[in-house]
């Protein structure tokens, strides 16, 4: 479509020339930003193009897991294991303390505006705090053990969720919560009646998702906390026994794509 | 979501339940769905691995009340008395607060840049995904085919496509914006097929019966009409990138304020400047946050 030889009127082709201006202008603004950020960190995009192919194929070659790797799998799948219960563990701690938070917080249920303006700010900074931090903080006083891992986890799913519940405590619960407070019910009444049954699937459905979550992250809160199966991938990452540490790789994709596949097929029954 | 909000209040007290009946003056509703069968097991389950968890998890012998306690009394430090070691931030012993401070925003600026570089090539390769992988554009085998491919490529944790890359590329930016990328192009492609998938399906049909070819369609009716949900959702995840940056550069060697924290909680034990950097990465998350929520509200009312 050549604009330039069109019958069309002036004012319509130089609304295009300006879009396209417009357009040169900010591609062109991304890609100064980009060069900088490139020198600032010392990121080239040729090397980047160059190691994409020669990773992959080495990948190929070395990350596939030999005879040693399959002796060792009890030892991963051990590993594994502590790893899934820390990842429940904390995103269910997590959705009861941000049950009682969103409780607080929500526009529904807030029992005055102190403890909601207190309950969103509180959510707001653990959220904001990324879980890497929070294991670097814990790992300080409670050294380095799985109990650090599901700590920094917890901290983390608990700003998360916190947020999630009041969004779906709004969403669900405002039309059952007006009609119990009209016919007197208390408190306690209104929680239990009302915001408990409406809003619980959806709930649910969102701790089923910080599982998920919780699942990658606690691989990257093993590494930093020496924990569970991010501490195995570290000690053959480590030690050069990559085929080894492809071992870990393979069980924990396995073990997202199952969860992920558990939890939407859940969640497609209880929604 | 609709039919759960209708099934949730028609339980909570919105119509009259049909199977009811009255047990010492109380009406009791004792319908017990599917649905919800499935959500008490679900509850069961879970509640049960979580004490479980607690019954058998490691400590490694720490003293838990006493540990509380010191995490406390830290989290008081942080807060109220962070400060930086001007030579953690390759500057002089002699340099004072603000030149410090100023060297301290540089670092943060790599973890920036490190997030604005893994977004931007991760976006770029989304869009191109995105158009391939959008079920009105394409056919159903290649979208799935790359549904598929990208499915994998989610399931393996950021930190250690960027461990990997490292092996190929060495530990820095290179590795770190790799490995960073591809859960970027999981979660974007994802976000812009379906919001390419929103487009009318008539004005496809008006452009193609006009003579229109693929390209036409795609810059003239589909990216004008996805544009703005695209840079939202692109910022989106530029704030997660960010996170995502600050725990590479801890976990994986990228550089940038993760680096920095890693090394002032695993080999100077310095709680004063794991304070002054963790506050200092909790002011640009909040400043994102806030960014984020504005655009989410104007172009994804309806978005969880």
């Known amino acids: 479509m050549n604009l330039y030889s069109t019958s069309l009127p002036k004012e319509t082709v130089w609304y295009f020339i300006r879009k396209r201006i417009g357009f040169f202008l900010v591609l062109s603004g991304f890609i100064i930003i980009a060069a900088g950020s490139s020198r600032l960190t010392g990121f080239s995009l040729i090397d980047a193009f160059q190691a994409i192919p020669r990773v992959v194929s080495w990948m190929f070659s070395n990350l596939i897991p030999d005879k040693r790797a399959f002796e060792r799998l009890p030892r991963i799948l051990e590993k594994l294991w502590d790893t899934i219960l820390m990842s429940v563990m904390s995103s269910v701690t997590a959705a009861v303390f941000a049950f009682g938070f969103a409780l607080l917080g929500s526009v529904t249920t807030k029992p005055n505006n102190f403890f909601a303006v207190f309950s969103r700010a509180t959510a707001s900074i653990n959220r904001n705090i990324p879980v890497a931090a929070w294991a670097m903080i814990f790992l300080l006083t409670f050294g380095q053990s799985s109990f650090t891992g599901f700590l920094a986890l917890f901290f983390a799913s608990f700003g998360f969720l916190t947020r999630a519940f009041i969004e779906t405590i709004d969403e669900t619960s405002i039309s059952s919560v007006e009609a119990l407070r009209a016919v007197g019910a208390g408190y306690s009444q209104q929680v239990m009646q009302a915001v408990m049954p409406s809003a619980m699937p959806q709930m649910i459905s969102w701790v089923l998702y910080m599982i998920e979550v919780n699942i990658r992250s606690a691989t990257l809160v093993g590494l930093l906390t020496g924990s569970g199966i991010g501490f195995m991938f570290s000690i053959y990452y480590k030690s050069l026994q990559y085929k080894s540490a492809s071992m870990v790789i393979l069980t924990i994709v396995v073990v997202v794509l199952l969860i992920e596949y558990i939890s939407n097929s859940v969640r497609r029954r209880i929604l | ?304």
Do not use: C
């Not at chain 2, 039919?3 to 009946?21: E, V």
């Not at chain 2, 649905?35 to 509640?47: C, D, G, P, T």
């Not at chain 2, 977004?119 to 391939?132: H, I, K, R």
């Not at chain 2, 990138?241 to 100077?268: D, K, T």
């Open chain 2, 1 to 304: 979501m609709s039919s759960m909000i209708s099934a949730g209040t028609t339980a909570a007290g919105g119509a009259i339940p049909q199977h009811h009946h009255v047990r010492k003056g109380r009406i009791v509703i004792s319908k017990v769905t599917p649905a919800k069968l499935w959500l008490r097991s679900v509850l069961a389950v879970l509640v049960f691995f979580t004490l479980y968890g607690f019954l058998t998890i490691d400590t490694a012998g720490a003293d838990l009340p006493a540990s509380f306690v010191q995490t406390v009394r830290y989290f008081w430090i942080m807060f109220t008395s962070p400060r930086a070691v001007a030579s953690h931030f390759g500057m002089s012993q002699s340099a004072g607060g603000f030149p410090v401070f100023l060297s301290a925003v540089k670092v943060l600026g790599i973890t920036l840049a490190l997030a604005f570089l893994s977004t931007l090539t991760g976006g770029v390769v989304a869009l191109v995904l995105g158009l391939l992988a959008a079920r009105n554009l394409t056919n159903d085998r290649i979208s799935n085919t790359i549904k598929g491919i990208v499915a994998f490529i989610r399931a393996v944790p950021t930190v250690l496509w960027v461990l990997i890359f490292a092996i190929g590329a060495g530990l820095g930016a290179v590795a770190a914006v790799i490995g960073m990328s591809f859960h970027t192009v999981g979660h974007l492609m994802k976000a812009y097929s379906e919001s390419f998938e929103e487009l009318d399906e008539g004005v496809i049909e008006a452009l193609r019966a006009s003579g229109a070819k693929w390209p036409h369609i795609i810059f003239q009716a589909v990216m004008p009409s996805s544009i703005t949900s695209i840079l939202s959702w692109t910022f989106i995840r530029f704030e997660i990138n960010f996170a995502v940056a600050v725990a590479m550069g801890a976990a994986a060697g990228a550089g940038g304020i993760g680096f920095n924290l890693f090394m002032s909680a695993g080999y100077f034990f310095d709680i004063r400047e794991i304070g002054y950097i963790t506050l200092m990465i909790l002011v640009v998350a909040l400043l994102m946050e806030v960014i984020a929520a504005r655009l989410k509200k104007h172009y994804q009312p309806d978005a969880l």
